[in-house]
């Protein structure tokens, strides 16, 4: 098996970092969407709540537990959004480090390969120049 250069190891692992990215922003979406629901249902409540009609005003105590119940899940959700976005910053700046990583990698493999390209026609011409055998000098 071909031994992998370093920039292949880090592209790899760029990759792996980005997938973890996305993960983090699947999460950060999936979070905000349940926020966004548990909003729009602290809005009924308190439609519910204002409301002139009798039926709501016999259950306008469960209707102030539910709001309480909802506003404390909110908060919760908005600990947990704000933990999750710092966890998406921080698997994207890991992500950009390891692909600054791997940029500079190739650019060294490259020089590297281009000074070993100047070396073998250095090596070549010098090859060249110089005679098969000592007898051919003495002519």
């Known amino acids: 098996m071909a031994e992998r250069t370093r920039s292949e190891k880090l592209k790899r692992l760029v990759a792996v970092q980005r997938h973890l990215e996305r993960m983090a922003e699947s999460d950060l979406a999936e979070t905000s969407k349940v926020r966004s629901e548990v909003g729009q249902s ?20 469960h209707y102030a537990d539910r709001f309480g119940r909802l506003t404390l899940r909110d908060q919760q959700l908005a600990g947990m959004q704000a933990m999750i976005e710092t966890r998406v910053l921080t698997e994207r700046t890991k992500a950009n480090r390891l692909e600054e990583h791997m940029n500079d990698a190739r650019a060294l493999e490259s020089r590297e390969s281009d000074d070993n390209a100047v070396y073998d026609i250095i ?12 007898k051919l000098q003495k002519s």
């Open 123 to 134: 090596d070549q011409q010098a090859a060249s120049a110089t005679p098969a055998s000592s």
């Open 42 to 61: 602290m809005d009924r409540v308190i439609d519910a709540i204002g409301s002139m009609d009798p039926v709501h005003m016999v259950f306008s105590g």
